[in-house]
C-alpha cells in the first residue's frame, strides 16, 4: 500500500515563495504518475500539476510560469515550488499518485494534504 505524506505548507504574503514536499512510500516516485492538487473552501478540487513515469509535465493554467513539480527518485520524493503565490492559491494542498507511469483520470493513492494560505 502506497503511503504520500505531504510538508511544506504554511502562511505567506502574497508573492511569497514555498515548497512543498510529498514522501512516498514505496518505489514510486520516478516509475508511476504523480501529482499534486488543491481544494479551497467552496470550490472543487483541481489538478495544478503532475509529473508521469519518464517525467513528462503538466500545469494547470491559472499555475503556469510560478509553479515547478520536480521529484528526486533517490529521496522518493515529489516536490512542488510555489512562486509569485497569489491569495487564489490559498488552499489544501494534496499530493496523489496514480498506479502506473502514465497519468490517469482517478488516482489511486492520495495524502491527507498540507494547508497554503496566502495573504494580500
Known amino acids: 500500500q502506497v503511503q504520500l505524506v505531504e510538508s511544506g505548507g504554511g502562511s505567506v504574503q502574497a508573492g511569497g515563495s514555498l515548497r512543498l514536499s510529498c514522501a512516498a512510500s514505496g518505489n514510486i516516485v520516478g516509475r508511476n504518475c504523480m501529482a499534486w492538487f488543491r481544494q479551497a473552501p467552496g470550490k472543487e478540487r483541481e489538478q495544478v500539476a503532475r509529473m508521469s513515469g519518464p517525467g513528462g509535465t503538466d500545469y494547470a493554467d491559472s499555475v503556469k510560469g510560478r509553479f515547478t513539480i520536480s521529484r528526486d527518485s533517490a529521496q522518493n520524493t515529489l516536490y512542488l515550488q510555489m512562486n509569485s503565490l497569489k491569495p487564489d492559491d490559498t488552499a489544501m494542498y494534496y499530493c496523489?499518485?496514480?498506479?502506473?507511469?502514465?497519468?490517469?483520470?482517478?488516482?489511486?493513492?492520495w495524502g491527507r494534504g498540507t494547508q497554503v494560505t496566502v495573504s494580500s
Open positions: 496523489a499518485a496514480g498506479d502506473n507511469w502514465y497519468c490517469p483520470d482517478d488516482f489511486a493513492f
